[in-house]
């Protein structure tokens, strides 16, 4: 039976070096093999235009290792359809996971384009006019713009530096940062009409709420911050180094101003999220029953407990693979929080088994989500269906770099009329940035 699913699950699928997609599903556009390596960055913004015909890009020159202090990327876009790529400028501040936080200026996601450089020392974000050439410099680098494009949200890449591989800036090194808490890290607002940068949320202040004293001993920061649709909220998290068990974190919302901040359950574990509409967001979490609260403090113990458990782990990941036997002992899903309330409800348990960089259709009924490479090095690309509770494969793609600063997460994306999907590949050498038609059950 197991046989024959297999089969008819190939049969599905059509080949295209080193990646499958649905026998339905079009590539599009793909960047090309040139010696360059094409990525967008992250899944929380879109790499299209307004129009779905102009598509954000870095290239850069080197693949497979950590980005240092002295390389750049290019960034730009292709014309999806005529296959010309035009370069606006170059970054010293990007990283593999987000770039440099590349994106189309909103309201309109056409005339202006930013993204994050350092110049003479420091980081900034520099907005570029794609009608005139001009770019306008700001003395700090943005990471969460509002939806109405008159301000954004701010890390401290330099505070980051010190405790996010992967996600921070070389190029920076700040001692006076490398500290467990600095009394001036946090969250900053920049204003793009007058260049202020004022400070909205102390990461002391976080650490505060619902205070533990071993944190005083302990990296913290935050970071991945989002807004909702309207911009009348931000979500963000907060994080620690816990040593030997990796960092841990906690989930808040606040207002625009950074005030009315709002603690979601502290299971210690918090992961991928995206805005579902203004009061509900996705994210995949450890779920906050009894159960939970108990694989918590089970997991972090040193009993005699835990060590059996962690010998019987072994035949349940031979039996299930890794990422499946983590989440079982963990139990952790996507759950969909409604903000400021306690209300949440378990998403997809069934078809949904693994995390995922996901975000919503405009109708709010279909979610798009990867995953990180399978047993066989595959990333999958799903299409989930609430109505329905179902998943539609979009396809699986091989992935040369797993398990470090320089992997390729697929981070998903919708063009503006939710027809195509954009990915980043690692299924070469150098990564590729890809275009699919967007396929759905109906």
């Not at 997609?21 to 599009?28: E, M, S, W, Y």
């Not at 890390?155 to 980051?160: D, I, M, Q």
């Not at 060590?307 to 299930?320: E, H």
């Not at 952790?332 to 919503?360: C, K």
Request: charged residues 25%; negative net charge.
């Amino acid at each position: 039976m197991k046989r024959q699913e297999h089969k008819n699950r190939k049969n599905q699928l059509k080949m295209n070096q080193n990646y499958y997609v649905h026998k339905d599903t079009r590539t599009i556009f793909e960047s090309p093999t040139d010696g360059h390596s094409y990525f967008f960055g992250y899944y929380d913004k879109s790499p299209f235009d307004a129009t779905d015909t102009l598509l954000l890009t870095h290239r850069t020159d080197f693949d497979g290792r950590p980005i240092t202090a002295e390389d750049e990327a290019e960034v730009g876009f292709w014309n999806i359809g005529t296959r010309e790529f035009t370069t606006i400028g170059v970054s010293r501040a990007f990283n593999w996971q987000q770039g440099s936080h590349l994106q189309w200026m909103p309201p309109d996601f056409q005339s202006r384009i930013i993204y994050n450089d350092r110049r003479d020392g420091q980081f900034v974000s520099v907005v570029y006019s794609v009608d005139s050439g001009e770019e306008t410099v700001h003395s700090c680098p943005i990471y969460a713009v509002h939806p109405s494009g008159r301000f954004a949200l701010a890390a401290n890449y330099e505070r980051l530096y010190f405790c996010r591989p992967g996600y921070n800036y070389p190029g920076v090194i700040n001692r006076t940062w490398d500290v467990p808490i600095h009394e001036e890290d946090g969250i900053y607002r920049l204003d793009f009409y007058t260049g202020e940068v004022t400070q909205v949320i102390r990461t002391r202040d976080v650490v505060d709420i619902g205070y533990q004293s071993e944190l005083e001993d302990c990296d913290n920061w935050l970071e991945h911050m989002m807004w909702n649709p309207n911009g009348t909220r931000f979500a963000f998290l907060h994080r620690w180094d816990s040593g030997n068990e990796g960092h841990r974190t906690r989930l808040f919302t606040a207002d625009a101003d950074g005030r009315d901040i709002y603690m979601f359950p502290d299971v210690g574990f918090y992961s991928h999220m995206n805005w579902k509409n203004d009061q509900v967001f996705t994210i995949w979490a450890l779920v906050p029953s009894g159960r939970s609260k108990i694989m918590q403090d089970f997991s972090t113990s040193s009993s005699l407990l835990y060590k059996t458990a962690k010998l019987a782990y072994q035949p349940i990941k031979m039996l299930l693979g890794k990422k499946r036997a983590a989440r079982l002992v963990r139990n952790t899903a996507f759950i969909n929080y409604t903000d400021q309330s306690r209300e949440l409800t378990i998403l997809g348990r069934e078809v949904l088994p693994d995390n995922g960089h996901n975000s919503w259709s405009h109708d709010e009924r279909y979610m798009l989500t990867d995953t990180y490479q399978d047993d066989d090095c595959y990333r999958h690309l799903w299409i989930y269906d609430s109505e329905n509770n179902s998943t539609e494969s979009i396809g699986k793609f091989y992935s040369l770099y797993n398990d470090s600063e320089y992997r390729a997460d697929l981070h998903p994306r919708w063009s503006r009329n939710e027809r195509m999907i954009a990915v980043d590949s690692a299924h070469t050498e150098n990564r590729k940035l890809i275009v699919l038609s967007a396929t759905r059950k109906e």
